[in-house]
């Protein structure tokens, strides 16, 4: 069963740019979080999706958006990049059990200039 | 704000000891799930544990849940350096499907 699939693996954008991030889950997998990981501040949770409606959202600016399709591939963009962005962007899936283990992807190293 | 503190927050051994880690809130959880993540990857499942007081052995790692649900530790026994990683613990709540997140600790086992 293939894993978490996000690309680009790596990415170098300048400041007020907006970038757009790619999660493919699991198979199955109806529920797509994604987080943001800085060195100083851990794993943020962004917000999820599932089955193409957002249910929760974390503590970050409207400059973050996203959206889930109907074959439960993600996306999130981010607008008017700042520096303080530049951080490891993490999707994972899970089924859509509450407590379902979330499968994490190998993430996206966005870094602004 | 539920909060999950993780202790210690860096540690670094040599190879062959001893090492616990710990996970503790003043909320209660319905599960909390163990992640161990390494350098350019995600995190990776470890364990879930849902009942009170249970314990859950993975080869060389012990993992525990509190009685009452709002704390956690995990005990490596014999550490070695392919254990070396940010091990990050994650509190499930009822009233929502947001996990909690700790801060994680960081690991390095020394040769």
């Known amino acids: 069963k293939a894993g978490v699939t996000q690309t680009p693996r790596y990415l170098i954008k300048t400041r007020g740019q907006q970038v757009t991030l790619s999660c493919s889950p699991i198979s199955g997998h109806r529920s797509v979080s994604w987080y943001q990981q800085t060195p100083g501040q851990g794993l943020q949770f962004l917000f999820e999706?599932?089955?193409?409606?957002?249910?929760n959202k974390g503590n970050f600016p409207g400059r973050f958006s996203g959206r889930q399709f109907s074959n439960s591939r993600s996306e999130m963009n981010v607008s008017t990049l700042e520096l303080g962005d530049s951080a490891l962007y993490l999707c994972a899936s899970s089924l859509e059990a509450r407590s379902s283990p979330l499968h994490f992807g190998n993430g996206t190293r966005l870094t602004v200039t | 704000t539920q909060l999950l503190e993780q202790s210690p927050q860096f540690l670094s051994i040599q190879e062959g000891e001893n090492l616990t880690v710990y996970c503790n809130s003043s909320s209660v959880f319905s599960s909390l799930q163990w992640y161990r993540q390494e350098p350019g990857e995600g995190p990776v499942l470890l364990v879930t544990?849902?009942?009170g007081g249970e314990v859950k052995k993975l080869k060389r790692l012990t993992f525990q849940f509190g009685d009452a649900r709002k704390d956690s530790s995990l005990h490596i026994t014999a550490a070695q350096p392919g254990d070396t990683g940010l091990y990050l613990c994650?509190?499930?709540?009822?009233?929502?499907?947001?996990?909690?997140w700790g801060a994680g600790t960081k690991l390095i086992i020394k040769p």
């Open positions: 999706y599932f089955s193409e409606t957002q249910r």
């Open positions: 994650a509190g499930s709540l009822d009233s929502n499907y947001q996990l909690i």
């Open positions: 544990v849902v009942t």
